[in-house]
């Protein structure tokens, strides 16, 4: 591995201050965390760039920030987390790309489409950045595809549909979504599906599992579900050994949620003995009230007598 401190790039600039050698394996850009000092540096990632550090079949960087990416179709591996990366593109050219794992998990992305290029990746990992749609077409070339996280981002609504077959694990943790759509749904390689903590207010226990018969790990806490029919859901899952539970049991639930076999869910109003005795209180209140007013005009009246 190559690390390097204190980098400077300028794609525009003719002159190479330092050549490498070629076929290096793994090189990250990095500044030393304990001489970090002043507002981050900036730069862009090209081919250019990758072609100068020795076309290493991984480029990491770190602790820099980066306005665009350029995705280098002679490199394997790229990780590129936390870089305030807003653009997002693929060397221009008729190879194919070699990327089969790219990392741009914590940046500003917003349109992802032109991933549709890397039809070799085998992991995606899109955790938080602000991705509020998805083409259809943007997975649709991506065969190879099995690990894709897409947690943490603004994906309201959701087709389960466009994604690769060939997927074996999803995540879409807490993404805003308020519908699932099951319509012409198979992922026959699925095995861990994570829809935590999103608006959901249904589930389809029996379309799941015909659309995924691999399924081994399910995570579906802390949405908005109706306790009957997350109760049917679970009794399914159950039946066919898929795992349900995390690391939530009753304790880890909030104050206004339940939890149904180790599952937390927010109620949607409050349970029948608890409007009860909402309603009784009031009821006291107002009869206190009334009676209050009754004694004191029986009182003033009395008074006025005299």
């Known amino acids: 591995m190559c690390i390097l401190e204190n980098f400077h790039y300028d794609e525009e600039e003719t002159h190479v201050i330092h050549s490498f050698p070629a076929n290096l394996h ?3 850009i990095t500044r030393e965390t304990r001489s970090i000092k002043g507002p981050v540096r900036t730069f862009n990632v090209n081919a250019k760039l990758h072609t100068m550090l020795g076309r290493p079949a991984i480029l990491e960087m770190q602790e820099y920030a980066m306005w665009h990416l350029e995705l280098p179709r002679a490199l394997q591996q790229g990780i590129f987390q936390k870089l305030y990366i807003p653009n997002l593109t693929v060397e221009p050219g008729t190879d194919i790309p070699n990327l089969v794992y790219l990392d741009l998990s914590y940046n500003y992305l917003r349109n992802i489409a032109n ?21 259809p077409t943007t997975f649709q070339n991506l065969t190879k595809l099995r ?4 947690g943490n981002n603004y994906l309201t609504k959701v087709a389960l549909n466009i994604y690769p077959k060939s997927l074996t694990e999803l995540n879409l943790f807490s993404c805003k979504i308020k519908s699932l759509n099951y319509r012409h749904l198979y992922l026959p390689s699925m095995e861990v599906l994570n829809i935590e903590q999103n608006k959901l207010t249904s589930i389809d226990g029996s379309a799941l599992l015909l659309a995924m018969p691999k399924l081994k790990t399910i995570r579906i806490g802390w949405n908005l579900f109706e306790r009957e029919e997350l109760q049917e859901a679970l009794e399914q899952f159950q039946r066919h050994n898929i795992s349900i539970r995390d690391e939530a049991d009753e304790a880890a639930c909030y104050f206004n949620e339940q939890v149904v076999q180790g599952v937390c869910i927010t109620d949607h109003e409050p349970p029948r003995g608890v409007m ?4 009784m209180t009031v009821v006291v209140i107002v009869v206190a009230i009334a009676l209050g007013a009754t004694l004191r005009w029986g ?6 007598g005299e």
């Open 147 to 150: 690990i894709l996280n897409l």
């Open 115 to 135: 991933v549709s290029a890397l039809i070799n990746l085998e992991v995606l990992l899109l955790g938080e950045n602000y991705i509020n749609s998805i083409e």
């Open 299 to 304: 009182f003033v009246s009395m008074k006025g």
């Open 26 to 28: 793994h090189v990250r």
């Open 276 to 279: 009860r005795e909402i309603l």
